[in-house]
């Protein structure tokens, strides 16, 4: 295919966007794996989507015109033959074969006329439908809810003689799921899967797609789990996403004997949810005929009494465009459960600087003695109940069920017997072990076989039934004993002492402490991996029920392979994607990728020269020596000094400063220290002070008072100063444009804990299978990559101006891993006047500049 010159585009684009469709267009026509680079505020969500839609609809053409040519230069071939005199023999064997490939060629032709012709008929049935058939389409959906009402009569009528049979484990090998039993096969067309972290992060892009130029020629669905697009209101009250899926997986399954389930099958029964399968067809035309984000395919799939989960999948077959959710991609269950095929596609995944943290921290599962404790007491209770009704199979399998659960409590240095506030008495250390010495405790056990025993059995969502409808004080595991005197004193003195970031997310997630069968049989899925590519970390609690269990996934890659492998092309794109080794010897080598595949790709910013200054000051106003590492970090005399360069800079500074400070028990000593000796007091008179809220429920309010106190400054103040922490809920994916971030402020370099068991195990773990300084070069990445992400939030488009400032004389050393657009105007200032100077001009200038465009 020829170079382009030309990509249509919803404005003149800039020259780094021209450059950056050209390479993605030419990264995905050559099957290549590539790595790209744009600043935040550059266009990129719009670059990829005029790049990589061009490309494709180039593609699509392209291979009808192929066929089309390749059926000419056959039909002349063969009709040459007949006019030609040569042996008869040679000329029938010729033709034959001339004209099994022709029908091969034909076929596939066919196919695509054939695909295109239904998707066209479920659009022209969807605009039929509302523009001539609305009051037969109301009836429909009106027999439906009478249908729904009537059905769930009959099921309150039923409910108490069906709880026993519901309860109990069924001992049968299940048929597919619903979905599977009418698939159509339907011509698979070449597709984009494009990929985000967030939902919010997919909207923003469905936004900028009705943008572009090809909001009408293209056809595009969002992926996304039951949790987002269930409309049964039984279903999705269960809130826990492992219990909604098997609860509608349950919903779909007949109520008969083994004998009885082909018939069934043939006759395509209903099933016990009332939105499948609805007019799927109808819903389905709706999101081909326009792009629509998650709430509006919900919002419509309500009107209509249909299943949106269900009738997204089956949009994926007629779509171009495939938005999904980081996990539904990266994580090979989901992926397959979603319908998701990526083989021969083209995989986009954006906001990537991340990803391989991502993938880390989405196969990692933490698990409690309490939630061992929990099952187990669970367990026996609901095998005690039912044990005369399973079947002989089914009491093995539980048995070996709670068998590896005491082994677990075991290594935790507990029993079955013990309470979650009991001492450990067994004096126990942090430890990391092998994949392989954890399966040696359980080796009695295959544990791929009760895995699959608790998939089949449905186990999960039974018990969860079993502890709602018979002993709600199942769901916490009290018990009566008390402790008084010393031993009640002492206790609580050693849970205060805990400080666990890991342990305070356990126990503030209420699902996984009413329904702990869930966080176990995801840990028993961990113990499926490789030896060599993760650890089991021990961390001892002051009790039992504190005490911690957590897999660590040290090999990234070993969950990219499929991908890799099957995918025509993968883009990875971000801000900020240095240092891109990283993502070369990580991830696509090691997952398996050859060298020569790998393509990179890097811009500079939009912004002019003048619109950005980054300062290093390794001094403060009195002339101290800024280094934040760990063993200064109570050093009064450091701490007063960084509270003078505050009061200094928000003095010059106007509008928005963002200080971001290495960790949550950093920013907690700097701001009591500053508001102890009276620098806050003093810093109120200039700015509105705010910090990062811990909870995220809270960080809107925060930015909306943030932002209030900088477009409306009271009494002497100037604007907003805001602390937060780096790699915290404000350092990504938020915009402090224009007057909200004037200014920001890095302290200190965010290093990970060095004495961390499991960063040195990561370290490890890559000197041995990546290169030999390939886990320093991680430490220090670890810390750089948090800076930039920080660093990025500055600037947001073109006539955005800032200022970055940072505060310690180790980022002298620190300047060749900085984004490029910020080393172009990099100081680094010994003395602070020096910077103070530079910074009162660089802000007197934009006030000039502003009041001259205001007098015209």
């Given at each position: 295919?020829?170079?382009?010159e ?44 005029c ?5 494709l609809?180039d593609?699509?053409?392209?291979q ?11 039909d002349?071939?063969?009709k ?25 060629l ?5 196919n ?11 659009k022209?049935?969807?605009r ?18 009478k ?5 769930n ?27 599977d039993?009418d ?11 494009f ?17 572009s ?47 009885d ?9 209903t ?21 629509q984000d ?27 465009l ?59 209770q ?17 048995s ?6 005491r ?13 979650p ?9 942090p ?16 544990i ?6 608790i ?11 079993f502890?709602?409808q018979?002993?709600?004080?199942l769901?916490i595991?009290n ?19 805990i400080?666990?970031?890991?342990m ?13 069968i ?21 961390i001892?609690?002051p ?8 897999f660590?996934?040290?090999n ?5 392979h ?33 060298p ?24 403060g ?58 620098i ?15 909870l ?11 932002s209030?106190?900088?477009?409306q ?16 809920k ?21 290093y990970?804990n ?19 300084d ?32 940072l ?5 002298i ?12 105007t ?20 934009k ?6 465009k205001?007098?015209?």
């Amino acid at each position: 295919m020829q170079s382009i010159e030309e990509f249509p585009f919803p404005f003149s684009p800039y020259l780094i966007q021209n450059q950056f469709m050209k390479e993605l267009y030419k990264c995905l026509e050559n099957a290549k794996l590539g790595i790209f680079e744009s600043p935040t505020g550059t266009g990129k969500s719009m670059s990829i989507i005029c790049g990589a839609l061009k490309w494709l609809l180039d593609y699509e053409k392209q291979q009808r015109n192929q066929l089309t040519t390749a059926i000419s230069e056959l039909d002349e071939q063969i009709k040459q033959y007949n006019d030609s005199s040569i042996n008869w023999f040679f000329v029938q064997s010729q033709q034959i074969e001339l004209n099994n490939k022709r029908q091969i060629l034909q076929t596939k032709l066919n196919n695509i006329f054939q695909y295109e012709q239904r998707k066209n008929t479920l659009k022209e049935i969807t605009r039929n439908i509302y523009n001539k058939k609305k009051n037969s389409c109301n009836k429909n959906i009106n027999s439906i809810k009478k249908k729904d009402e009537t059905d769930n009569s009959i099921d309150k009528n039923n409910k108490n003689e069906n709880i026993e049979e519901e309860l109990l484990l069924e001992d049968m090998e299940y048929l597919e799921n619903f979905e599977d039993e009418d698939k159509e096969e339907v011509y698979e067309n070449i597709k984009i899967f494009f990929c985000s972290r967030t939902h919010s992060q997919l909207s923003q892009f469905i936004g900028e797609l009705k943008k572009s130029p090809y909001s009408k020629n293209v056809s595009v669905v969002t992926l996304t789990s039951r949790q987002n697009y269930c409309i049964n209101k039984n279903v999705k009250k269960l809130k826990h996403l492992n219990l909604i899926n098997e609860c509608c997986l349950q919903l779909q399954r007949k109520k008969t004997t083994v004998k009885d389930e082909k018939d069934l099958k043939r006759r395509k029964t209903t099933t016990n949810c009332p939105f499948i399968p609805g007019n799927q067809d109808l819903l389905l035309g709706e999101i081909l005929i326009q792009i629509q984000d998650i709430e509006e395919i919900v919002q419509k799939g309500e009107n209509l009494k249909t299943c949106t989960y269900y009738t997204s999948r089956k949009a994926i077959p007629y779509s171009q465009l495939i938005l999904v959710p980081y996990n539904s991609i990266l994580h090979k269950n989901t992926r397959v459960s979603s319908g998701i095929n990526l083989k021969g596609n083209v995989l986009i995944i954006d906001e990537a600087h991340n990803l391989l943290e991502a993938i880390e921290k989405m196969h990692s599962v933490v698990i409690t003695g309490k939630n061992l404790l929990h099952c187990y007491n669970q367990l026996c209770q609901y095998q005690k109940r039912f044990q005369n009704l399973f079947s002989a199979k089914n009491v093995l399998s539980l048995s070996q069920l709670n068998f590896c659960l005491r082994k677990l409590l075991t290594i935790l240095g507990a029993t079955t017997k013990s309470n979650p506030d009991d001492f450990i008495n067994v004096k126990i250390s942090p430890k990391l072990y092998k994949i392989e010495e954890i399966m040696t405790e359980i080796d009695t056990v295959n544990i791929f076989e009760l895995l699959k025993f608790i998939k089949n059995s449905q186990l999960c969502h039974k018990l969860q039934q079993f502890i709602e409808q018979y002993d709600t004080n199942l769901k916490i595991h009290n018990y009566n004993t008390k402790t008084c005197g010393i031993k009640q004193f002492l206790n609580s003195i050693k849970t205060k002492d805990i400080e666990s970031d890991v342990m305070t997310n356990i126990e503030s997630n209420e699902e996984q402490l009413n329904n702990p069968i869930i966080a176990i049989v995801n840990f028993l899925e961990c113990l499926q991996n490789c030896s060599t590519d993760g650890r089991i970390s021990v961390i001892p609690g002051p009790t039992v029920g504190q005490s911690i269990m957590k897999f660590l996934l040290l090999n990234p890659a070993v969950h990219f392979h499929d991908i890799v492998r099957d995918a025509r092309a993968v883009i990875l794109a971000g801000g900020t994607m240095a240092p891109m080794n990283e993502f070369i010897e990580q991830l696509f080598i090691a997952a398996g990728a050859a060298p020569e595949r790998i393509v990179t790709f890097s811009c500079d910013h939009v912004i002019p020269k003048e619109n950005i200054i980054c300062n290093i000051i390794t001094h403060g106003p009195t002339g101290i020596e800024f280094e934040f590492n760990f063993q200064n970090r109570e050093n009064t005399k450091l701490l007063d000094e960084l509270g003078r360069t505050l009061l200094n800079l928000s003095n010059i500074i106007p509008a928005g400063i963002v200080v971001f400070l290495p960790s949550y028990n950093f920013e907690e000593l700097v701001y009591k220290h500053l508001e102890k000796s009276g620098i806050i007091a003093k810093l109120s008179l200039k700015k509105h002070i705010l910090r990062e809220p811990k909870l995220a429920s809270q960080v809107n309010k925060i930015l909306e008072e943030y932002s209030f106190y900088i477009k409306q400054p009271q009494n002497s103040q100037n604007g907003s100063l805001l602390f937060s922490v780096v790699g915290g809920k404000l350092s990504e994916g938020l915009n402090f444009s224009d007057d909200l971030g004037r200014c920001i402020i890095v302290v200190g370099m965010p290093y990970p804990n060095i004495k961390s068991l499991e960063l040195q195990e990561k370290m490890k773990y890559l000197n041995e299978n990546i290169k030999p300084d390939a886990g320093q070069n991680f430490y220090e990445n670890s810390c750089m990559k948090a800076v930039n992400q920080c660093i990025g939030r500055a600037i947001r488009h073109i006539n955005d101006y800032s200022t970055v400032i940072l505060l310690d004389k180790r980022y002298i050393h620190k300047t060749k891993v900085l984004p490029h657009w910020i080393q172009r105007t990099l100081m680094i200032h010994k003395t602070f006047g020096s910077m103070i100077g530079i910074l009162a001009k660089f802000f007197n200038k934009k006030k000039i500049n502003f009041d001259k465009k205001n007098d015209k």
